[in-house]
Every structure is written in C-alpha cells, then in structure tokens.
C-alpha cells in the first residue's frame, strides 16, 4: 500500500512528541481513510509536504512570504501523487528557493499541522494535512525568489515571532531551539 511509509513515520511520531498524539490520530485516520490523500484533487483536503529549512548554522530558518496565503511561511506544498513525502518536501525547496545544497536533518518528520486552506478562485475551502521534515543547507544560503512568493527571507529563529505569530510556526522554532529533534543524522 502507497500509504504504508507515511503511516509508519505517523505511528512513531508521538514517541518524540506526545503532546501531538491528537493531531497525529487525525492525520492517521485522514490517510487510513483516503487511497487517494496525496492528490490535491481530493476536494476534502491532501497531504502536503513541508520544509523547515536551516542554514548552515542552524540559527536562521528560510520563510516565504506566501503569495496566496499572505503570509510568512515555511517552505511546502503539494505531494501530487508521490507518496514520498520527504520527496516532495525536498523538491519543494529547490522549486521554491532554488537552493541546491541540502538535506534532511532526518529522515523522521519534524513536525506535523493540519490547517484549513480557504476557499480561492473556484477551488472549495479544504485541509492541507502538513507533514514537515528539518532540512539544513549544506551548501550556499543564497535563494531565488519563485512565483510563490512575494519574497524570501532567513530569519533568526530566536526572534520568529517578529514575522510571524502562527502557531505552528512558533512551535517549529521551539522545537528547533530546544533541540528536541528525533533521530538527528550527522551533517
């Protein structure tokens, strides 16, 4: 089954962070209930792919400045069919920041969000079930700013919560101050 890795990540994610094992059943029963979760064409919502990308000293994180949302986000988006979600969050980077030089902190999800994505231009109000993975760059912090953005920024961590009060940003920052990152691979 294509959901199988997914489901599997899902499962030992409350290991690390308890306080999500809410969320983390959501999600589950959301994938366990939807063959086809990862295209966006399921009108009810999909999951999506997220980046939480790091410089090199790991004391900025890299934020768009969503052209759709408004907002200063982390990198992501959709899955469109690839049930790798790590994949897909990796691709986005490149799409979104033109970074080259990267990889995961780990193969183990960083952290997880489902959120509600308003009605836009013909398509229904729906929920992105956010799966996000710590990505560190590895090579040059310089970026291009895609379409889907009104800008980029590296932002200090420590100091987020002056571009953004969204919550599961906060609690992104957090858990990267805090270091309290499961399965850390050595860079």
């Known amino acids: 089954m294509h959901r199988n890795d997914l489901l599997e990540k899902l499962a030992t994610y409350p290991a ?4 999500e094992r809410a969320t983390t059943q959501k999600l589950i029963g959301f994938v366990e209930q939807h063959a086809g979760c990862f295209e966006r064409s399921l009108a009810v919502g999909h999951v999506t792919g997220s980046a939480w990308v790091i410089n090199q000293a ?3 994180v890299l934020l768009t400045h969503h052209k759709k949302l408004g907002k200063w986000l982390q990198l992501g988006g959709h899955a469109d069919g690839d049930s790798n979600i790590l994949r897909t969050a990796l691709r ?5 920041s ?3 030089a990267f990889e ?4 183990d999800i960083f952290d ?13 109000a729906h929920y992105h079930y956010d799966i996000r993975f710590a990505i560190q760059v590895t090579g040059s912090e310089e970026y ?3 379409d889907e953005s009104h800008d980029l920024a590296w932002v ?6 002056q571009f953004t009060l969204e919550e599961s940003m906060l609690r992104m920052a957090n858990k990267w101050l805090t270091g309290r990152i499961s399965h850390q691979i050595e860079l």
Not at 92 to 96: F, S
Not at 104 to 107: D, H, K, Q, W, Y
């Open 16 to 19: 690390t962070w308890p306080e």
């Open 58 to 60: 790991g004391t900025h």
């Open 92 to 96: 986005e980077v490149r799409e979104e």
């Open 98 to 100: 033109g970074l080259t």
């Open 104 to 107: 995961p902190v780990s193969t």
């Open 112 to 124: 997880i969000d489902i959120h509600l994505i308003p009605k836009r231009k013909g398509n229904p």
């Open 144 to 146: 291009v700013v895609s």
């Open 156 to 161: 200090e961590v420590k100091s987020l919560n």
